[in-house]
């Protein structure tokens, strides 16, 4: 299977699904109005991805900064990898990373943390200073 690569903008995240890695990644804003059909692509990565049973999926969020549209699509990939552990013997581990500093990104990823059934890591880091 192939990887699945957005490079990331104003309005758009990074996208870094790696097939042969496990390791994907979702990086940077996420505030374009249309996210529904932004996402539609990643879902149908998703989904064939996960049709294999039994791998072992690590799924880094570093946001920082999305609207409430995308929220909703964080959750909808937190319930296929959710499903997937359940029914598929997969094991899948979220990392949520946020600034040390920033209060919201940390809330929205205990709120997601409560709201699946997954190994779920929140991790703080300090902002590289330019």
Do not use: C
Not at 31 to 42: A, D, G, K, S
Not at 44 to 56: A, R, S
Not at 102 to 121: A, P
């Amino acid at each position: 299977m192939e990887n699945f690569y957005i490079e990331g903008s104003t309005y758009i995240p990074r996208i870094d699904f790696n097939a042969e890695t496990s390791v994907l990644e979702i990086e940077g804003e996420s505030y374009h109005e249309y996210t529904l059909e932004f996402f539609q692509p990643v879902f149908e990565w998703l989904e064939e991805y996960l049709d294999e049973p039994g791998k072992d999926v690590t799924f880094n969020f570093k946001m920082t900064y999305f609207n409430t549209s995308s929220s909703r699509r964080f959750l909808e990939i937190l319930n296929m990898l959710e499903e997937y552990q359940e029914d598929k013997e997969g094991n899948v581990t979220i990392n949520w990373y946020y600034e040390e500093s920033d209060i919201d990104m940390l809330e929205s990823g205990e709120e997601y943390k409560e709201d699946v059934e997954l190994d779920f890591n929140l991790i703080p880091y300090t902002p590289k200073v330019v």
